[in-house]
Structure formats: C-alpha cells, structure tokens
C-alpha cells in the first residue's frame, strides 16, 4: 500500500530556510520520479520540484535558485530543502509520484514565511 507523510514544516521567517522531509511507503524511488507540490491558501496544488528516479531534477520558476530537491533510496525519504524563503511560499507542502499514477495524498506540512 502506498503511503506518504510529510514533515519539517513550521513558522519562519523571511529569507530563512527549511528542510521537508516525505518518507513513502510501497514506492520504489529507484524507478518512481517523485514530486514535491504546494498548496497556498484559496488556490489549487501545484508541484514546485520533481526528482526523476536516476536523480535529475526540474523546478517552477518561482522556486528555481532557491529550492533543492533530493532522495535518499535507502531511507525511502524525499527531501526539499528550502533557502531564500519568501511570504509568497506560505503554503501546505505535499509529496506524490510525479507521473503515471498517485499516491493517496498525505497530509501535509505547513510552511508559513511571516516576520
């Protein structure tokens, strides 16, 4: 059964960083590209990272520069570590696989960028 619980969310402040963590559970990161989204208030999810399975990487243009997605296979753990933060990245974070199918969406971790 695949599961997914996201973590390391909290209160921070601007320009400050955090490290996400998504530990999956029936997924084989060696051959599933995983993806981190976002969910600001009022408007709808969208991925920001993706982590293909051999290691590559793409980002949104709002998190380019500024975000790094990475995995750890062995620990079945998708990390976003997250620098530069902005008010405009206040958000529920969540992970998923990043095609051909989904996951049951987990619940989440709240990031909030405030002073």
């Known amino acids: 059964q695949e599961q997914l619980v996201e973590s390391g969310g909290g209160l921070v402040q601007p320009g400050g960083s955090l490290r996400l963590s998504c530990v999956v559970s029936?997924?084989?990161?060696?051959?599933?590209?995983m993806a981190w989204h976002r969910q600001r208030p009022g408007q709808q999810r969208m991925w920001v990272a993706i982590?293909?399975?051999?290691?590559?990487?793409e980002y949104a243009e709002a998190v380019k520069g500024r975000f790094t997605i990475s995995k750890d296979n062995d620990k079945n753990t998708v990390y976003l570590q997250m620098s530069s933060l902005e008010p405009e990245d206040t958000a529920i974070y969540y992970c998923?696989?990043?095609?051909?199918?989904?996951?049951?969406w987990g619940q989440g971790t709240q990031v909030t960028v405030s002073s």
């Open positions: 982590i293909h399975s051999g290691g590559g990487t």
């Open positions: 029936g997924i084989n990161l060696r051959i599933d590209a």
């Open positions: 998923n696989i990043a095609a051909g199918r989904i996951a049951p």
